[in-house]
């Protein structure tokens, strides 16, 4: 709402200087966000809430500075001589349920011309255009007052009828010249024949006020907010008019707009005014609210005394009736928003002044809640890959459709079970994301194209999975991606990227206890079929890690040299679920141990982990430990073959060996392993 | 006898040329030894007369003491110095840069994020979720914002259906707690959320951090108290905080929070639009309505409930000028923090 002060002096004659008032209305809630100077005059910007429809009006906002400041509001007077005679007009409401009141009056004879200056500038100030005296006084009082006006030009209503009544389905030319279709319930005016107005929010083009207009029909209206704002919503037609009506007009100063409104035609229009009909079928007597005085200050936290209280609601217009324990109060008929006894609490809040309330703590108990395990979990999961060298990006929820094209992921695949968005910002943020690899995939493209060659990231975001539910199923996933351009470095560094990824979740498993984990083949359509592996922790698949497949890579164009880039994600969910809580301690073993290496020659294909495997199922209680510490292919290994070395540590928990008894059960055990895995123990 | 001093002499001349261990070594052999010049002497002494032999053999041993202590003294001054320059060659250059894996950071959001759950955490609030796909009565009409009312211009929403759609708020998850618990209730609520305008100073996806407390005694004053708290500990202990009175159609009455411009210490600037003030929480006392909504009695107990801008607060504290750098994930960016 915009506020010229020299208009807002003209209700209420305050002196107080500019940056006073600015920091009195925002401190009573009318935020002034702007100040502007137009025409030798200071334009305030205020920031009205929706619940303070009577402010949108230089009435509305001298009724709060006549509050704040505590003296009166200057009514502009409206003497109207009655010339004209009864109205022509026969007013009908036919859907009392949206109409609560239709009051108008004839001006027969005006004269369209140009407003006079001071009223041009005055509604310029205001963001308004002039267009004619009858529109512009019409939009003059609904900024100075708050009441949307509309005039027709008389002579084009139909047999001198106005009847308020439902649509029905029908289209409407609006003023803006455009066809418009209507929703059924949508409420219109119509005259004796036709829809002449989309009630609350636009005139129709056939009966607007013209040039050669002679008579006028000014219509004053009340209607049920509801029902406007359904109107307008559904014609995407927002209007100086529909945005007061949808938030609620004042039922009784709706006369007073139009009686302000004629008076200012026949002086600057010319006319003959005729007499009010005003069709105003049920009274809406005000409720009087009760308020406790000790509610108030419990509510508050505050000692605001009794007479304070009566002090404030009065200067807002309320009446107020005074008992032992309460007071009830009765509020204007333009503070509609005034209902309850919380309401008026406000309103005391408002006006004593929030920066006067005590600060306080509250009395609490202690929360009796577990804390909540998960939130750390999540914390150490991020510390862990942090500290692996990733660092943590977020992304928006959407995701383009086509990435699970381009993914090559299965019409079954769950993550094709995605939820669109009826209004997304573009196509390609137009489903939610059921997998974190397009967003990570986003991000090397963007940073690659910035020139980093050298990006490890990880994130941690909810998915969505339409599983048909009134609400999807929202998962915990962790993505990350790794993509590193070898380069020349100081100190060498000869870990394949794979296992650097590797290690990171390896690390991450371990920082969490989760024990029982296993990496195998993957299957994942969009990895390196070779170079990639599925995770999973006591048999269930949790996530994948591998090499992003070189057609899709391919797909990319990534102006680097091909390198390697490596995805991860996870079901952070699953993967929080599995692990193991609380720790027990278990005795430090009280004998020596004893290690000894075996060095096997297999064939290239098979697993490490199928060998450990088969040493770990070697039926005796003394191996401690089994660790890989050597793999190696090339010179002096034959083709098709690769050798890896083991260190076993032999401890009993009773005794200490004797080099004899490991020696006769290491030799078992290298028999034992060759013959399991076709292999020959090297060295030997 | 003049043997004796002519061996001393000699001694004393082939100890000041000895310059290495390996040399003293020698030296010893050469005087001590075996076949040593002394022991050759000593084997001689039967050749010395009766009367003249206890004199010479005593003036031998004082040749052996004075040789084996001199060449001792100088072969502990050699080692050392052997010592201190063997050390002395394994000097490496310790200005080479050292191996190691350069940790990642965390996004500047969730840092600050964590620094709000935290302060809270500390003043006892636990925490709860929600879901970011939610029911229209969650995020509207249980929060007394029935449909077709103008409190809905104030959010932009994203839609799935009719009913279902990405919440703009964390608000719904008051609802979903207060639901599912009975008060005393002290709880934040932290999480994404959607409103469908991107513009200069919007994204679509940003969080929020919702909060509640609910008990039987519980009043406006000690909501101003907590924020304070809060804005002190973010912030620093000299922030000032205003609260002014403002609309949420789920809390009544309803404020405003705002801080002194931390940019310019309450002069005027851009950030603050010349006021000296920066809004960033908006708080009320809980709308009695809303208490009717989860069946809690409204006359029994009374609450409030706030709610920030993670993004704004993260804003205000590393003096990032384009909301949009957050989302756009640039390393060169996210490394800062």
Redesign the interface.
């Known amino acids: 709402m915009r506020v010229p002060l020299e208009w807002l002096k003209e209700f209420v004659d305050f002196s107080i200087n500019t940056d006073d008032l600015i920091l009195k209305l925002t401190m009573v809630g009318l935020e002034v966000e702007g100040v502007e100077k137009m025409f030798d005059d200071t334009v305030l910007e205020v920031n009205v809430t929706p619940n303070r429809p009577d402010c949108l009006s230089i009435l509305g906002i001298a009724r709060e500075v006549s509050a704040l400041l505590n003296i009166p509001v200057k009514f502009p007077e409206c003497g109207i001589r009655e010339e004209g005679g009864p109205s022509v007009v026969a007013v009908e409401i036919a859907d009392e349920d949206l109409c609560y009141r239709y009051a108008g009056r004839d001006i027969k004879g005006v004269t369209i011309g140009d407003s006079p200056d001071w009223m041009k500038k005055r509604i310029e100030k205001c963001g308004m255009r002039p267009i004619n005296n009858v529109v512009d006084i019409t939009n003059y009082v609904l900024l100075e007052m708050g009441h949307p006006l509309h005039a027709f030009d008389l002579d084009t209503l139909r047999g001198s009828r106005i009847r308020v009544a439902r649509s029905g389905c029908r289209t409407i030319k609006t003023l803006d010249g455009t066809d418009r279709a209507l929703p059924e319930d949508a409420l219109l005016i119509w005259d004796g024949e036709r829809p002449v107005a989309v009630a609350g929010v636009m005139g129709g083009g056939e009966t607007e006020v013209k040039e050669k207009t002679r008579n006028i029909f000014l219509e004053s209206a009340c209607f049920l907010p509801s029902s406007i704002r359904r109107t307008s919503r559904v014609l995407g037609l927002k209007t100086e008019s529909s945005y007061r009506f949808e938030r609620g007009t004042d039922i009784e100063l709706l006369e007073k707009a139009l009686d302000r409104a004629v008076s200012l035609m026949a002086f600057h229009a010319g006319g003959k005014v005729s007499k009010k009909v005003d069709v105003y079928p049920r009274s809406f007597p005000p409720a009087g609210i009760q308020v406790r005085y000790d509610r108030v200050n419990r509510v508050l936290g505050t000692l605001v005394p009794r007479d304070e209280m009566i002090d404030i609601v009065q200067r807002l217009g309320m009446r107020a009736e005074k008992g032992p324990k309460e007071f009830v109060a009765i509020p204007p008929s333009y503070r509609a928003d005034i209902q309850k006894e919380i309401d008026v609490i406000e309103e005391i809040a408002r006006f004593h002044g929030f920066d006067r309330i005590p600060v306080t703590v509250p009395k609490i108990p202690i929360s009796k809640e577990a804390k909540d395990t998960r939130y750390h979990l999540m914390a150490k999961v991020k510390e862990s890959f942090r500290s692996a060298g990733f660092t943590e990006v977020i992304n928006y929820s959407f995701m383009d459709p086509r990435m699970l094209d381009t993914l090559n992921i299965d019409e079954n695949d769950r993550r094709r079970r995605t939820l669109t968005l009826k209004n997304p910002i573009n196509e390609e943020e137009s489903r939610l994301r059921t997998t974190l690899v397009p967003s990570l995939i986003q991000n090397l493209l963007h940073n690659v194209s910035m020139g980093s060659r050298d990006l490890r990231l990880f994130e941690i975001s909810r998915v969505f999975i339409d599983e048909g539910g009134a609400l999807p199923d929202e998962d915990h996933h962790l993505g990350a991606l790794y993509f590193r351009e070898k380069t020349p470095s100081l100190w060498k560094e000869e870990t394949p990227d794979f296992y650097v990824v590797k290690g990171a979740l390896q690390s991450l498993l371990d920082d969490l206890r989760v024990g029982d984990y296993l990496f195998h083949p993957s299957s994942e359509p969009f990895l390196h079929p070779g170079k990639s592996g599925d995770i999973s922790v006591s048999g269930r698949k949790i996530g994948f890690l591998g090499v992003l497949h070189p057609d899709i890579v391919a797909g990319l164009s990534l102006r680097v040299s091909p390198q390697d880039i490596l995805v991860v994600e996870m079901d952070l969910d699953a993967l929080l679920a599995s692990v193991r809580e609380g720790v027990k301690y278990s005795p430090l073993p009280r004998y020596p141990f004893i290690d000894r290496d075996i060095a096997l020659v297999v064939n290239e294909s098979l697993p490490a982990a199928a060998i450990m495997e088969h040493l770990r199922a070697y039926p005796t209680e003394l191996i401690e430990d089994i660790s890989l510490f050597d793999f190696y292919k090339g010179k002096n290994i034959p083709e098709g073959k690769k050798s890896l070395a083991f260190t076993l540590r032999y401890r009993a928990k009773d005794r200490t060996l004797t080099d004899s008894e490991i020696e006769e059960l290491h030799g078992k055990l290298s028999a034992y392993i060759t013959a399991q895995t076709g292999g020959v123990v090297r060295g030997t | 006898m003049e043997d004796l001093q002519e061996i001393k002499k000699r001694f004393v001349d082939d100890l000041d040329a000895a310059g290495t261990s390996v040399d003293l070594q020698q030296l010893k052999v050469k005087y001590l030894g075996k076949k040593g010049i002394l022991t050759a002497m000593l084997k001689l002494l039967s050749t010395v007369p009766a009367e003249e032999r206890p004199a010479y053999g005593k003036l031998m041993n004082e040749l052996k003491t004075f040789i084996e202590r001199e060449s001792e003294g100088k072969e502990s001054g050699i080692r050392d110095a052997e010592r201190r320059s063997k050390i002395a060659s394994e000097a490496i250059d310790i200005t080479?840069?050292g191996?190691y894996?350069?940790?990642?950071?965390?996004?500047p959001?969730?840092t600050v994020l964590?620094e709000i759950?935290d302060i809270f955490g500390s003043m006892?609030?636990?925490?709860e979720v929600g879901?970011?796909?939610?029911?229209d009565y969650y995020n509207f009409e249980a929060l007394n914002i029935?449909?077709?009312?103008?409190?809905r211009?104030?959010q932009d929403t994203?839609?799935?259906?009719d009913?279902?759609i990405?919440r703009t708020h964390t608000s719904p998850v008051q609802i979903r707690t207060m639901e599912r618990k009975k008060p005393?209730l002290?709880f934040i609520a932290p999480g994404?959320v959607?409103r469908?305008d991107?513009d200069v100073s919007h994204?679509?996806?940003f969080h929020q951090v919702e909060g509640l407390?609910v008990?039987t005694?519980?009043?406006?004053?000690?909501l101003?108290?907590?924020l304070?708290?809060f804005v002190h500990l973010m912030f620093s202990k000299n922030t000032p905080v205003?609260?002014?009175?403002?609309?949420f159609?789920f809390t009544?009455?309803?404020?405003?929070v705002d801080i002194g411009c931390i940019l310019c210490g309450g002069a005027g600037c851009r950030v603050c639009?010349g006021t000296g003030w920066i809004e960033v929480l908006g708080a009320g006392?809980v709308?009695?309505r809303v208490f009717e909504m989860v069946g809690y009695d409204p006359e029994l107990f009374?609450g409030f409930a706030f709610g920030m801008g993670v993004e704004r607060i993260t804003m205000l504290k590393y003096s990032i000028d384009d909301i949009r750098m957050?989302?756009?994930?640039?390393?060169?960016f996210?490394?800062q923090f």
């Open positions: 080479l840069p191996k894996t350069k940790t990642g950071r965390l996004h959001i969730s964590k759950i006892g609030f636990d925490t879901p970011e796909v939610e029911l029935p449909k077709d009312h103008p409190a211009d104030m994203f839609y799935i259906s009913e279902v990405l005393p002290r994404k959607y469908c991107a994204t679509p996806m407390v008990d005694d519980i009043s406006f004053s000690d101003k108290g907590v304070e708290i205003r609260f002014r009175p403002s609309f159609p009544e009455p309803s404020a405003e639009k006392m709308n009695p009374t957050y989302y756009e994930n640039d390393i060169r996210l490394r």
